[in-house]
């Protein structure tokens, strides 16, 4: 069974601190993803990854980085948290490829920002 | 962008009734999945499905890319079927890049 875990699962930031949520896929998938989840809006696309060293911009990018060091291990970084990045994220892996899109998904991370 | 319109928002079933979520989408996306959310929780992946039917237990997914819609069946639900299905489509290529409905949130009670 593919496995996706994100860490922390809970976090409570200040407005204008850093905030790192990690992600990390045993796999060895070569995409990997960040979405964003919010009533109102579904699942938005923030950043992903083709593979080590890769990362590219998704739907919404502003007000977040994103880092893949390696394979297994995607992070999602705000560098000046905001109160409007309070959400529930997602971590997510693939194939890529020629593969019917099938993605993996962690369980989530909550933020609260004040 | 791409857009993912799904209905209905929510949907109450007595058990043992079959369910039917529609999804529309606004371009002529070559892959349509399903995701299931259960409460609080992570998606997991249900169906993909570029055109045509699929069948898998008691799920059936329908994909009419001309018409850019898309249902699934969900035949004698189950309690334990409640939670939010999600429609998302993507582009064609291998990135596997994703755009999301809103979900329709589905309550099956006794």
């Known amino acids: 069974e593919a496995a996706v875990t994100q860490s922390p699962r809970n976090k409570v930031a200040v407005t204008g601190g850093k905030v790192t949520l990690s992600c990390n896929q045993t796999?060895?998938?070569?995409?990997m993803y960040w979405y964003r989840q919010d009533t109102g809006h579904g699942l938005r696309l923030i950043h992903y990854s083709y593979g080590a060293g890769s990362t590219e911009k998704g739907d919404i990018p502003d007000g977040y980085k994103a880092s893949r060091p390696s394979q297994e291990n995607f992070s999602l970084i705000l560098e000046l948290a905001t109160p409007s990045q309070t959400s529930v994220y997602f971590c997510?892996?693939?194939?890529?490829?020629?593969?019917?899109?099938?993605?993996?998904f962690g369980e989530g991370s909550k933020l609260t920002v004040l | 962008g791409q857009q993912v319109q799904q209905s209905p928002a929510s949907l109450v079933l007595q058990e043992g009734e079959n369910a039917e979520l529609q999804c529309n989408f606004s371009s002529t996306a070559t892959r349509l999945q399903w995701f299931y959310q259960r409460p609080g929780g992570s998606l997991v992946s249900l169906l993909s499905n570029p055109s045509g039917t699929k069948h898998t237990g008691r799920l059936t997914s329908t994909t009419v890319t001309k018409e850019r819609r898309g249902s699934l069946h969900i035949s004698s639900s189950q309690i334990t079927d409640s939670g939010t299905y999600l429609c998302?489509?993507?582009?064609?290529?291998?990135?596997?890049?994703?755009?999301f409905g809103q979900g329709t949130v589905l309550s099956v009670i006794p």
């Open positions: 796999n060895n998938h070569n995409n």
């Open positions: 998302a489509m993507g582009p064609t290529g291998g990135n596997n890049k994703l755009t």
């Open positions: 997510a892996s693939g194939l890529g490829g020629s593969n019917t899109g099938q993605l993996y």
